[in-house]
């Protein structure tokens, strides 16, 4: 069997920032990604919530839903510029 890859599929389109000590653990974020980027973090906050962690950095587009949906302004996705995209994952220089 052959398998091949594309590097574009590999190369994350947009980040997430995660703001641990605002997150009440709601679970909008995660519920609302449309491809499954982030899960709940088993790790606790100063006020005894599960902030969100990243699971599958390479999945986000940073069409920011996430941050859209929190209600505690805790989270944003962010575009990344493809060419910078590439260079990070040394592909093209
Ligand atoms: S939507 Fe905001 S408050 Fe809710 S779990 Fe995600 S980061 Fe935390
Ligand atoms: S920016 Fe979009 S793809 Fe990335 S974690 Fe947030 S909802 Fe998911």
């Known amino acids: 069997m052959i398998v091949t890859l594309e590097l574009g599929d590999l190369v994350a389109k947009g980040r997430v920032s995660i703001v641990v000590e605002r997150?009440?653990?709601c679970g909008f974020c995660v519920e609302f990604c449309?491809?499954?980027?982030?899960?709940?973090?088993?790790?606790?906050?100063?006020?005894?919530?599960?902030?969100?962690?990243?699971?599958?950095?390479?999945?986000?587009?940073?069409?920011?839903?996430?941050?859209?949906?929190?209600?505690?302004?805790a989270i944003n996705g962010t575009k990344i510029p493809q060419a910078s995209a590439k260079q990070a994952s040394g592909g093209e220089k």
């Open 23 to 25: 997150c009440k653990a």
């Open 34 to 73: 449309p491809t499954h980027v982030l899960a709940l973090s088993s790790a606790f906050n100063s006020k005894g919530y599960h902030p969100p962690h990243v699971v599958h950095p390479e999945k986000c587009s940073g069409c920011d839903l996430c941050g859209m949906y929190c209600p505690d302004f």
